[in-house]
Protein backbone atom coordinates (compact mmCIF):
# COMPACT_ATOMS: atom_id res chain seq x y z
CA UNK A 1 0.00 0.00 0.00
CA UNK A 2 0.85 3.40 -0.51
CA UNK A 3 2.68 5.96 2.28
CA UNK A 4 -0.70 7.57 2.35
CA UNK A 5 -2.97 4.60 2.45
CA UNK A 6 -0.56 3.31 5.22
CA UNK A 7 -0.63 6.83 7.32
CA UNK A 8 -5.00 5.81 7.29
CA UNK A 9 -4.57 2.11 8.39
CA UNK A 10 -2.20 2.84 11.08
CA UNK A 11 -4.46 5.92 12.18
CA UNK A 12 -6.82 2.66 12.99
CA UNK A 13 -4.37 0.40 14.23
CA UNK A 14 -4.89 0.88 17.98
CA UNK A 15 -2.99 -0.65 20.31
CA UNK A 16 -4.72 -2.57 22.94
CA UNK A 17 -3.29 -1.47 26.43
CA UNK A 18 -5.76 -3.18 29.07
CA UNK A 19 -9.14 -5.12 28.64
CA UNK A 20 -10.76 -1.64 27.64
CA UNK A 21 -8.26 0.89 27.07
CA UNK A 22 -6.47 1.36 23.58
CA UNK A 23 -3.51 3.81 22.47
CA UNK A 24 -3.59 5.49 19.58
CA UNK A 25 -1.53 7.97 17.58
CA UNK A 26 -1.09 10.93 14.79
CA UNK A 27 0.51 10.62 11.70
CA UNK A 28 3.59 13.23 11.33
CA UNK A 29 2.35 15.43 9.06
CA UNK A 30 3.03 18.82 10.85
CA UNK A 31 -0.65 20.09 12.27
CA UNK A 32 -0.44 22.11 15.35
CA UNK A 33 -3.48 19.69 16.79
CA UNK A 34 -5.12 17.09 16.09
CA UNK A 35 -7.67 16.53 13.64
CA UNK A 36 -10.98 16.38 14.65
CA UNK A 37 -12.06 13.12 12.69
CA UNK A 38 -9.11 11.42 13.34
CA UNK A 39 -10.15 11.27 17.35
CA UNK A 40 -13.68 10.42 16.45
CA UNK A 41 -12.64 7.65 13.71
CA UNK A 42 -10.34 6.14 16.43
CA UNK A 43 -12.79 6.64 19.37
CA UNK A 44 -15.03 4.43 17.08
CA UNK A 45 -12.83 1.99 16.25
CA UNK A 46 -12.04 1.24 20.22
CA UNK A 47 -15.87 1.11 20.44
CA UNK A 48 -15.82 -1.70 17.62
CA UNK A 49 -13.09 -3.51 19.50
CA UNK A 50 -15.24 -4.41 22.20
CA UNK A 51 -18.63 -5.12 20.43
CA UNK A 52 -19.17 -8.24 18.71
CA UNK A 53 -21.63 -9.75 16.29
CA UNK A 54 -23.26 -6.10 16.21
CA UNK A 55 -22.67 -2.97 14.05
CA UNK A 56 -22.63 0.50 14.95
CA UNK A 57 -25.67 2.67 13.73
CA UNK A 58 -24.72 5.75 15.55
CA UNK A 59 -22.20 8.04 17.87
CA UNK A 60 -22.45 11.31 19.68
CA UNK A 61 -19.27 13.42 20.26
CA UNK A 62 -17.78 16.27 22.09
CA UNK A 63 -14.94 17.76 21.51
CA UNK A 64 -13.05 19.20 24.95
CA UNK A 65 -10.27 20.04 24.29
CA UNK A 66 -7.42 20.74 21.63
CA UNK A 67 -5.72 17.42 20.72
CA UNK A 68 -1.41 17.43 21.13
CA UNK A 69 -0.54 15.28 17.29
CA UNK A 70 3.16 14.77 19.72
CA UNK A 71 1.01 12.64 22.20
CA UNK A 72 -0.80 9.40 21.99
CA UNK A 73 -4.21 9.48 22.99
CA UNK A 74 -5.51 7.20 25.19
CA UNK A 75 -9.02 5.85 24.39
CA UNK A 76 -11.00 4.51 27.46
CA UNK A 77 -13.86 2.26 26.40
CA UNK A 78 -16.87 2.23 29.32
CA UNK A 79 -19.56 -0.29 28.43
CA UNK A 80 -22.60 0.81 29.71
CA UNK A 81 -25.43 -1.83 28.19
CA UNK A 82 -25.31 -4.85 26.21
CA UNK A 83 -28.67 -5.82 25.91
CA UNK A 84 -30.58 -8.11 23.63
CA UNK A 85 -31.09 -5.90 20.63
CA UNK A 86 -28.96 -3.16 21.12
CA UNK A 87 -25.15 -2.57 23.23
CA UNK A 88 -24.01 1.03 24.49
CA UNK A 89 -20.61 2.26 24.64
CA UNK A 90 -18.75 5.28 26.27
CA UNK A 91 -15.52 6.49 25.14
CA UNK A 92 -12.99 9.18 27.18
CA UNK A 93 -9.86 10.03 25.06
CA UNK A 94 -7.28 11.01 27.00
CA UNK A 95 -4.17 13.36 26.87
CA UNK A 96 -1.62 14.40 29.60
CA UNK A 97 -4.38 13.34 32.47
CA UNK A 98 -6.95 15.38 30.90
CA UNK A 99 -10.60 14.14 28.47
CA UNK A 100 -9.92 15.98 25.07
CA UNK A 101 -12.99 14.07 23.34
CA UNK A 102 -16.24 12.19 24.87
CA UNK A 103 -18.19 10.01 22.60
CA UNK A 104 -21.47 7.87 22.93
CA UNK A 105 -22.00 4.84 20.70
CA UNK A 106 -24.55 2.65 20.46
CA UNK A 107 -24.66 -0.91 17.98
CA UNK A 108 -27.83 -2.81 17.05
CA UNK A 109 -27.97 -6.65 15.65
CA UNK A 110 -29.03 -6.81 12.30
CA UNK A 111 -32.73 -6.70 11.61
CA UNK A 112 -35.55 -6.08 8.95
CA UNK A 113 -37.45 -3.31 8.90
CA UNK A 114 -39.40 -0.10 6.95
CA UNK A 115 -37.32 1.30 4.29
CA UNK A 116 -37.47 4.56 3.05
CA UNK A 117 -34.55 7.38 1.95
CA UNK A 118 -34.58 10.85 0.44
CA UNK A 119 -33.24 10.87 -3.31
CA UNK A 120 -29.60 11.93 -3.90
CA UNK A 121 -29.12 15.27 -5.32
CA UNK A 122 -28.33 15.95 -8.85
CA UNK A 123 -24.86 16.77 -8.97
CA UNK A 124 -21.70 15.05 -11.61
CA UNK A 125 -20.57 11.97 -11.01
CA UNK A 126 -16.69 11.82 -9.73
CA UNK A 127 -15.47 10.75 -12.79
CA UNK A 128 -17.17 13.86 -14.32
CA UNK A 129 -14.96 15.92 -11.87
CA UNK A 130 -11.36 17.33 -12.19
CA UNK A 131 -9.27 14.60 -10.33
CA UNK A 132 -6.11 16.08 -7.89
CA UNK A 133 -3.63 16.45 -10.73
CA UNK A 134 -6.27 18.20 -12.69
CA UNK A 135 -7.23 20.57 -9.77
CA UNK A 136 -3.63 21.32 -9.21
CA UNK A 137 -3.35 22.68 -12.80
CA UNK A 138 -6.38 24.21 -13.75
CA UNK A 139 -8.37 25.48 -11.24
CA UNK A 140 -7.10 25.96 -7.45
CA UNK A 141 -4.10 28.37 -9.44
CA UNK A 142 -7.51 31.04 -9.53
CA UNK A 143 -8.05 30.05 -5.79
CA UNK A 144 -6.93 31.69 -2.77
CA UNK A 145 -3.76 30.67 -1.00
CA UNK A 146 -5.10 28.99 2.51
CA UNK A 147 -7.53 27.28 -0.42
CA UNK A 148 -5.09 25.82 -2.86
CA UNK A 149 -3.03 24.95 0.45
CA UNK A 150 -6.08 22.90 1.67
CA UNK A 151 -7.02 20.94 -1.17
CA UNK A 152 -3.07 20.10 -2.12
CA UNK A 153 -1.95 18.61 1.24
CA UNK A 154 -1.35 15.45 1.07
CA UNK A 155 -4.15 13.11 3.45
CA UNK A 156 -5.64 9.35 2.90
CA UNK A 157 -8.89 10.81 1.99
CA UNK A 158 -9.63 11.77 -1.77
CA UNK A 159 -11.59 14.65 -2.18
CA UNK A 160 -13.56 16.26 -5.62
CA UNK A 161 -15.83 19.11 -4.44
CA UNK A 162 -18.77 19.71 -6.76
CA UNK A 163 -19.16 23.92 -6.11
CA UNK A 164 -15.45 24.86 -5.62
CA UNK A 165 -15.77 27.72 -6.95
CA UNK A 166 -17.53 29.29 -4.22
CA UNK A 167 -13.67 29.95 -2.91
CA UNK A 168 -12.90 32.39 -5.80
CA UNK A 169 -16.02 34.48 -5.78
CA UNK A 170 -16.95 35.41 -2.00
CA UNK A 171 -20.20 36.00 -2.66
CA UNK A 172 -23.26 35.09 -0.02
CA UNK A 173 -24.52 31.38 -1.70
CA UNK A 174 -27.04 29.19 -0.55
CA UNK A 175 -25.46 27.22 2.13
CA UNK A 176 -25.31 23.81 0.13
CA UNK A 177 -21.90 21.93 -0.60
CA UNK A 178 -21.34 18.54 -2.35
CA UNK A 179 -18.55 16.86 -2.29
CA UNK A 180 -17.19 13.23 -3.50
CA UNK A 181 -15.04 11.35 -1.24
CA UNK A 182 -13.01 8.20 -1.22
CA UNK A 183 -10.09 6.16 0.80
CA UNK A 184 -6.92 6.84 -1.56
CA UNK A 185 -6.54 2.98 -1.72
CA UNK A 186 -8.56 -0.35 -1.02
CA UNK A 187 -9.50 -0.97 2.51
CA UNK A 188 -10.36 -4.26 4.36
CA UNK A 189 -13.16 -5.88 4.28
CA UNK A 190 -14.07 -5.61 8.02
CA UNK A 191 -17.37 -3.18 8.19
CA UNK A 192 -15.62 -1.11 11.32
CA UNK A 193 -12.62 0.06 9.31
CA UNK A 194 -15.01 1.29 6.65
CA UNK A 195 -17.15 2.96 9.27
CA UNK A 196 -14.65 4.45 11.20
CA UNK A 197 -12.77 5.79 7.98
CA UNK A 198 -16.20 7.42 7.57
CA UNK A 199 -16.15 9.03 10.62
CA UNK A 200 -12.77 10.18 9.95
CA UNK A 201 -13.88 12.03 6.83
CA UNK A 202 -17.14 13.37 8.27
CA UNK A 203 -15.24 16.07 9.91
CA UNK A 204 -13.09 17.11 6.87
CA UNK A 205 -15.30 20.17 5.74
CA UNK A 206 -18.56 20.44 7.16
CA UNK A 207 -17.92 23.39 9.38
CA UNK A 208 -17.09 25.48 6.49
CA UNK A 209 -20.48 24.71 5.04
CA UNK A 210 -21.83 27.09 7.76
CA UNK A 211 -19.97 29.72 6.24
CA UNK A 212 -20.90 29.51 2.95
CA UNK A 213 -24.00 32.04 3.29
CA UNK A 214 -21.94 34.57 4.73
CA UNK A 215 -19.23 34.83 1.66
CA UNK A 216 -16.38 33.36 3.60
CA UNK A 217 -14.70 30.25 4.60
CA UNK A 218 -13.01 28.81 7.53
CA UNK A 219 -10.03 29.62 5.22
CA UNK A 220 -10.15 33.40 6.63
CA UNK A 221 -8.10 34.14 9.30
CA UNK A 222 -10.38 36.64 10.69
CA UNK A 223 -12.15 33.46 11.22
CA UNK A 224 -11.78 31.26 14.31
CA UNK A 225 -13.14 27.97 13.46
CA UNK A 226 -13.56 24.57 15.70
CA UNK A 227 -15.58 21.80 15.94
CA UNK A 228 -17.74 21.82 18.76
CA UNK A 229 -20.04 18.67 18.91
CA UNK A 230 -20.58 15.89 16.02
CA UNK A 231 -23.48 13.08 15.42
CA UNK A 232 -23.40 10.54 12.88
CA UNK A 233 -25.65 7.77 11.84
CA UNK A 234 -24.95 4.77 9.86
CA UNK A 235 -28.32 3.60 8.02
CA UNK A 236 -27.04 0.78 5.51
CA UNK A 237 -23.37 -0.89 4.78
CA UNK A 238 -21.18 0.96 2.21
CA UNK A 239 -17.48 0.42 1.37
CA UNK A 240 -15.06 3.82 1.92
CA UNK A 241 -12.96 3.13 -0.25
CA UNK A 242 -15.81 3.46 -2.97
CA UNK A 243 -16.71 7.20 -3.86
CA UNK A 244 -19.49 8.64 -1.42
CA UNK A 245 -21.41 11.76 -1.99
CA UNK A 246 -21.07 13.85 1.06
CA UNK A 247 -23.77 16.59 0.90
CA UNK A 248 -23.96 19.49 3.16
CA UNK A 249 -25.99 22.31 4.84
CA UNK A 250 -26.45 24.47 6.90
CA UNK A 251 -29.70 25.92 8.55
CA UNK A 252 -28.74 28.33 11.01
CA UNK A 253 -25.54 29.84 12.35
CA UNK A 254 -26.00 32.35 15.79
CA UNK A 255 -24.08 32.74 18.60
CA UNK A 256 -20.57 32.74 16.86
CA UNK A 257 -21.65 28.89 16.29
CA UNK A 258 -22.65 27.24 12.64
CA UNK A 259 -24.59 24.32 12.59
CA UNK A 260 -24.57 21.91 9.74
CA UNK A 261 -25.82 19.11 8.51
CA UNK A 262 -24.76 16.14 5.82
CA UNK A 263 -25.89 13.12 4.35
CA UNK A 264 -23.92 10.60 2.81
CA UNK A 265 -24.59 8.59 -0.51
CA UNK A 266 -23.02 6.07 -2.35
CA UNK A 267 -22.00 6.15 -5.57
CA UNK A 268 -25.58 4.51 -6.71
CA UNK A 269 -27.56 6.71 -4.55
CA UNK A 270 -28.13 4.61 -1.92
CA UNK A 271 -28.56 6.97 1.74
CA UNK A 272 -25.75 5.07 3.36
CA UNK A 273 -25.38 7.57 6.57
CA UNK A 274 -25.83 11.44 8.10
CA UNK A 275 -24.38 14.18 10.19
CA UNK A 276 -25.24 16.61 11.93
CA UNK A 277 -22.52 18.95 13.65
CA UNK A 278 -22.33 22.40 15.16
CA UNK A 279 -18.89 24.27 15.53
CA UNK A 280 -17.18 27.60 16.55
CA UNK A 281 -17.27 30.23 14.10
CA UNK A 282 -16.47 33.41 15.88
CA UNK A 283 -15.27 36.48 13.67
CA UNK A 284 -12.24 37.50 14.89
CA UNK A 285 -11.64 41.23 13.10
CA UNK A 286 -8.63 41.45 15.49
CA UNK A 287 -6.92 38.67 12.87
CA UNK A 288 -6.88 40.93 9.94
Known sequence: MSQISDSLTSILDLE?????????????????????????????????KTVEGRQPHSLHAY?????DPETPIIYEVERLRDGRSFTTRRVLAIQHGQ??????????VEE?????????PNVPMPEDLPDREEMKRSVLPHMP?????????ERPIEIRPVELQRYATGEKMEPKFNVWIRAMEPLPDEPAVHQSVLAYASDLMLLDSSLIAHGTSVFDKQIQGASLDHALWFHRPFRADDWLLYSQDSPSTSGARGF???????????????????GLI???PDRG
Request: include cysteine; aromatic fraction near 12%.
Open 63 to 67: FLLPG
Open 112 to 120: PGYEHQMPM
Open 145 to 153: DAVRAYYQR
Open 16 to 48: PLERNLFRGRSPKIGWQRVFGGQVIGQALYAAC
Open 99 to 108: AIFAMSASFQ
Open 260 to 278: SRGLVFDRHGKLVASVAQE
Open 282 to 284: RPR
